[in-house]
């Protein structure tokens, strides 16, 4: 069983369309984490979820919105998509803020590719 | 300037040398996590440090934790091809988390 599972693995798609990426996690955990990593490998946090608030938003475009339906679920849309939205995108999740010794569980990545 | 600055960014070494990757702060975190994350894949915990000058040992790796708890070393004993990897510090200084900047290391068989 996967722990952190997201689907697609890969997505290519062209400028303007709207896509979703989704995310599930079977640890329990009640933190779930999206996160942007770029061309040089540098992660940066886009938001996380706790109880189903949205407790960190950094400098995101309003073009992206998390979705959480459940404590075990958080979907990243995606809309009007631009070129330099190309990248690996990351989800995760942690227990309370993942500091501890459990860290943070990753996702094995969706690599979005806009044309 | 990033919040976690990692040295070197990029290694290439033999199997069987030893090497050691830095990551430096101007600030203290109360505790500092490492991740290896192979290609493809997503970062995986390696270890998490939370008592300035703490030692931990993972096999082949040994993690220091400074004694201001502004930086970690990542020292690997006799590496193996194994071991190549994208290796990531990350810590909170506050209540965002924050990853380093990086180093990614290859073992040549």
């Known amino acids: 069983d996967t722990a952190v599972s997201q689907t697609p693995k890969y997505l290519v798609t062209q400028m303007g369309n709207d896509k979703s990426i989704k995310c599930e996690q079977n640890l329990g955990h009640d933190t779930m984490y999206w996160y942007k990593q770029d061309s040089k490998k540098f992660l940066k946090i886009m938001f996380s979820y706790n109880n189903k608030e949205l407790i960190i938003n950094e400098t995101v475009p309003n073009r992206f919105s998390p979705k959480s339906p459940d404590k075990a679920h958080l979907n990243l849309h995606i809309n009007s998509l631009e070129l330099g939205d190309s990248a690996v995108y990351f989800c995760?999740?942690?227990?309370?803020?993942?500091?501890?010794?459990?860290?943070?569980?990753f996702g094995s990545g969706t690599r979005l590719t806009v044309v | 300037t990033q919040l976690l600055e990692q040295s070197p960014q990029f290694l290439s070494i033999q199997e069987g040398e030893n090497l050691t990757v830095y990551c430096n702060s101007s600030?203290?975190?109360?505790?500092l996590q490492w991740y290896r994350q192979e290609p493809g894949e997503g970062p995986v915990l390696l270890v998490t440090?939370?008592?300035?000058?703490e030692v931990k040992k993972l096999k082949r790796l040994t993690f220091q934790f400074g004694d201001a708890r502004k930086d970690s070393s990542l020292h690997i004993t006799a590496a193996q091809p194994g071991d190549t990897g994208l290796y990531l510090c990350?810590?909170?200084?506050?209540?965002?988390?924050?990853f380093g900047t990086g180093t990614s290391l290859t073992v040549i068989p």
């Open positions: 440090v939370v008592t300035g000058g």
């Open positions: 990350a810590g909170a200084p506050g209540n965002q988390f924050y």
């Open positions: 995760a999740s942690s227990q309370d803020s993942g500091q501890g010794s459990g860290g943070y569980t």
């Open positions: 600030s203290v975190f109360s505790s």
